[in-house]
């Protein structure tokens, strides 16, 4: 026997039954979507490798650490599977000009790949879903996708998600800061690790985001950026803050809410959960005015966020919110070869009348008993039993037992079998 072949440490497979999450998870957010007008965009899973150097900052850790690229064997081209998907959807919305006639509201679901080590609710294959709204300057947007995530949380039931806000203001803004901080973390450096001091001059802010313990009262004491923000960074932030309030949106001012990629500015965003453990973030944006004409797009303002699916399938498993698994309405026994030869269509009908069904089949072992298929029926959760007896299927009938409630049975004409289950159904 061959040695097994397994999949990637970090890339795994969804079965079922967890894969009937995934299904009510992904129809939940595009039912939601839609009622905000978001359309469905997909996008390839693997760009060319410039694309994320040049949106996401060549100084952060994705672009550093986390990328899978590879060359092109056959013409040498560098690629990479995405670790994200906003400058993919900026590419393609660039490539096919899709702002032309106005602004875009857009979202996608989908694989992303990051080289890191697989953690609780962090794999290397890991899922988003993104909502990207293209096009638009004002906070009143900022605040649509905010309540869009609100949304989503009210729906699925969730509880103990807080949000966080901040301002990163405009280019200019952040350089002014930016001196400023190198300039205060320079006179703490012996305070530093060995990755703030590789950070101190390519990408100081990011060192604000640190996790590290040892490091948590040089970075409250350092320069905080809100107090360089220009009236009208202030006024975006502000407008956003007057929209939350006024609809009730609690939030907490984060300063060190930084994010990870280079393209943002103005407003960012988290939702944060306790449940979680470190992996507390289920979903993060904010807006990015700049890349749309940094990946050679006419200029155009844009904001956008992404959740993590794993991690919100962890955070509804732990808040007990998981939906039941899905079952069959009716299975339907198959005592002999002969009445296989009904099987099929009888099972055809019940479907078309509306009737999950599942029928019984042979295996490698044979037909089986009707002890074993009844054995079978009960396990799959099917409410019916519709039992193909050669007796009755030559008498035009079938036998349709309760298998949950009363345990009648009665027997049906086949032709009566779609009457039947609007019936029962009810």
């Known amino acids: 026997m061959a040695d097994k072949i397994l999949a990637v440490k970090g890339m795994n497979d969804i079965l079922p039954p967890a894969s009937a999450h995934w299904e009510w998870l992904e129809q939940t957010l595009r039912?939601?979507?839609?009622?905000?007008?978001?359309?469905?965009?997909?996008?390839?899973?693997?760009?060319?490798?410039?694309?994320?150097?040049?949106?996401?900052?060549?100084v952060t850790d994705i672009v550093e650490k986390e990328m899978y690229s590879f060359e092109d064997r056959l013409n040498g081209e560098a690629l990479t599977l995405r670790p994200e998907a906003t400058a993919g959807v900026v590419r393609a919305a660039v490539e096919s000009n899709l702002l032309y006639d106005g602004p875009r509201r857009l979202y996608y679901i989908g694989p992303m790949f990051r080289h890191e080590r697989p953690q609780r609710g962090r794999y290397r294959q890991f899922h988003q879903v993104g909502?990207?709204?293209?096009?638009?300057?004002?906070?009143?947007?900022?605040?649509?996708?905010v309540f869009l995530a609100c949304d989503l949380w009210a729906q699925l039931g969730l509880s103990g998600i807080t949000?966080?806000?901040?301002?990163?203001?405009?280019?200019?803004?952040?350089q002014a800061h930016r001196g400023a901080l190198i300039e205060y973390l320079s006179d703490h450096m012996d305070l530093l690790d060995d990755d703030a001091k590789r950070r101190l001059h390519s990408n100081p802010l990011r060192i604000l985001d640190t996790k590290n313990p040892a490091m948590q009262d040089v970075v409250n004491g350092a320069p905080q950026l809100m107090t360089y923000l220009g009236a009208e960074s202030v006024a975006h932030f502000n407008g956003l803050r007057a929209l939350l309030d006024g609809a009730g949106v609690a939030y907490t001012i984060n300063p060190r809410l930084v994010r990870g990629m280079d393209y943002y500015n103005l407003s960012v965003f988290e939702f944060v959960t306790q449940d979680l453990g470190s992996q507390g973030t289920i979903c993060a944006g904010g807006r990015y005015d700049g890349l749309i004409e940094q990946i050679g797009g006419k200029s155009a303002p844009a904001v956008g966020w992404?959740?993590?699916?794993?991690r919100l399938l962890e955070l509804l498993k732990?808040?007990?919110?998981?939906?039941?698994?899905?079952v069959p309405d009716v299975y339907v026994v198959v005592p002999s070869a002969q009445a296989g030869r009904q099987a099929a269509s009888i099972c055809r009908a019940l479907r078309k009348a509306g009737a999950d069904v599942q029928m019984h089949a042979a295996t490698s072992q044979g037909q089986g008993s009707m002890k074993s298929q009844f054995k079978r029926a009960d396990a799959s959760g099917a409410a019916w039993a519709v039992i193909l007896g050669d007796d009755e299927l030559a008498n035009g009938q079938v036998a349709c037992k309760s298998l949950r409630v009363s345990q009648e049975q009665r027997m049906v004409e086949i032709a009566d079998l779609a009457t039947w289950w609007q019936e029962v159904r009810t």
Do not use: K
Not at 44 to 53: A, K, M, N, R
Not at 131 to 143: H, I, K, Q, R, T
Not at 164 to 173: F, H, K, T
């Open 131 to 145: 909502a990207e709204a293209l096009g638009f300057a004002g906070p009143d947007v900022d605040a649509e996708l």
């Open 163 to 174: 949000l966080e806000i901040n301002s990163l203001g405009q280019p200019a803004e952040r």
């Open 306 to 310: 992404a959740l993590g699916v794993e």
């Open 318 to 326: 732990e808040q007990g919110l998981l939906p039941e698994q899905p």
């Open 31 to 58: 039912t939601l979507m839609a009622g905000y007008a978001y359309r469905n965009i997909r996008t390839p899973i693997v760009e060319p490798t410039g694309l994320f150097v040049r949106g996401l900052g060549e």
